[in-house]
Structure formats: structure tokens, C-alpha cells
């Protein structure tokens, strides 16, 4: 027989369980861009569509609002927050002074199957540009990339997994458009993003983290200024630029 204190316990828990399935279902509408930056969003509607009360759909908000991928008040009507370079230009800081470093950190703990795995998303991102399938491409590039990761401990995991995630609305917007036609821009850097993806595995299968780290390093700054090319602008106080010097000059003196 259950008591009324199993059954609190169970109905929480169940609370508590749509609430992760608002929020992971809207992230990744947001991230993948089915939710467009500065789209409107209907709490009614949202509740009809996902099938929820709006007790889970306002706490799986608050969890979006503190992430920065939606803005608004609660009382009127929240929006996909808008891309800002300011913005990208941080989480490319971020990645460019982490994401080096815990390669270098994960390298020692990695095991034959994170290699194996490392070498099966090289190849599934060599096959999706050959057939211009950029949804295979995007799921093997984060496996990819955090992959050559996996290992450094579980908070930097954690952030990086949080930064890639952010950065692919920026990716998929400036990046990764046009990539139907072969003889695009978009198509051409991508190729040339696929073979520096080569070179940073045969480093890594190596074992050689220097050469891995420095070919990591500008892949994300190469990428970093292919965004502000297409944007055509960028944001006034850079962060990522004082990254790059700071980690140039420590470079050059070791």
C-alpha cells in the first residue's frame, strides 16, 4: 500500500521528469534553429504543442532564461534570444583557452575504444560532406570534437559540451548555410574544415598533443574569423582576441 508520502515523492518526480523533457525538447529547437532567434513564444501554445501544464513549462523556461537562449519577462510574452557576436565572440574565448588545454589533459586516459571512436566521427563527417548531408555532419562534428575531450574531467566536460552547444546557432547561421551546393562558399569551407579535422586526428591517434593542441587551436580561431567575414562585422570589445594574444606570447616563450 502506498502512502501519501510515496505518492508526493512519485507525483515530483514525474514533475520533475517533464520539466527535463520541456527543456531538452526546446533547447534543441532553439539550437537547431527551428526556433528562430527573436521568435515569440507562446506559453499557451508552447503547452498545447508539447503536452504539458505550464507549471514544467515555466520552470523549464527559467532554465533556458539563465542559459541566455530566451529573454523576456514571464508575465508577457518571452522570445528566442537574438544571435550577438558579442556573445559568439565569448563562447569562442572560452573554447579557445579550454578546449586546447583539456585535449592535452584527456589525451593520458584515453583507452582504444576513444580512439575508435574518434576515427568512426572523422570518417561519418568525411562521408556526410562527400554527400553534402550536414545533419550527419553536425552530429559527427560534436562527437567528434567532444570527443577529443572526453577524459579531462567531468565539469570541463560539462562546460564544453554547454559551449559547443551554444555555438552551433552561430555555426548553423553562418557556417554551415548553402551547404546543398557544392559549389558554395559555405560547401568549400566546409572541405577545408574536414581536412583540418584530418590533420588534427592524425595528431591526436599519434599521441602527439602539441601538434594536436596547435592544430585545434586554429581550426577554432579559423573558424572564429570566418564568422565575422560573413558577418561582416565585429563585436567592439573582443574577448577571443585577447585569448589569442595572451596564448601567443605564452607559446612563444615556451
Not at 198 to 219: P, Y
Amino acid at each position: 500500500m502506498s502512502t501519501v508520502g510515496d505518492k508526493a515523492e512519485t507525483e515530483s518526480v514525474g514533475v520533475d521528469d517533464r520539466v527535463e523533457y520541456v527543456y531538452q525538447r526546446l533547447r534543441a529547437e532553439i539550437l537547431s534553429g527551428e526556433l528562430a532567434p527573436g521568435h515569440v513564444l507562446s506559453q499557451v501554445q508552447l503547452a498545447a504543442r508539447l503536452s504539458t501544464s505550464r507549471t514544467p513549462l515555466r520552470e523549464a523556461l527559467k532554465r533556458l532564461l539563465a542559459e541566455n537562449l530566451v529573454v523576456g519577462d514571464f508575465n508577457r510574452r518571452m522570445r528566442v534570444s537574438e544571435l550577438e557576436l558579442q556573445d559568439f565572440d565569448q563562447i569562442y574565448a572560452l573554447r579557445l583557452a579550454v578546449e586546447p588545454m583539456s585535449v592535452t589533459a584527456a589525451m593520458p586516459t584515453w583507452i582504444d575504444a576513444d580512439r575508435e571512436r574518434l576515427v568512426q566521427s572523422e570518417h561519418a563527417m568525411e562521408e556526410a560532406v562527400s554527400r553534402l548531408d550536414i545533419g550527419r555532419f553536425r552530429r559527427a562534428h560534436r562527437d567528434f570534437h567532444l570527443g577529443l575531450t572526453r577524459g579531462s574531467g567531468d565539469r570541463i566536460e560539462r562546460l564544453l559540451e554547454d559551449l559547443w552547444d551554444n555555438s552551433e546557432r552561430y555555426r548553423l547561421t553562418y557556417l554551415h548555410h548553402d551547404y546543398d551546393d557544392p559549389d558554395s562558399k559555405a560547401s568549400e569551407q566546409l572541405r577545408t574544415s574536414q581536412a583540418e579535422h584530418r590533420q588534427i586526428l592524425v595528431a591526436a591517434l599519434a599521441g602527439d598533443a602539441a601538434a594536436c593542441t596547435a592544430e585545434l587551436f586554429a581550426h577554432i580561431h579559423r573558424s572564429l574569423e570566418i564568422v565575422y567575414e560573413v558577418a561582416a562585422a565585429r563585436p567592439q570589445a573582443r574577448v577571443a582576441s585577447v585569448v589569442l594574444q595572451q596564448l601567443r606570447a605564452h607559446l612563444a616563450t615556451t
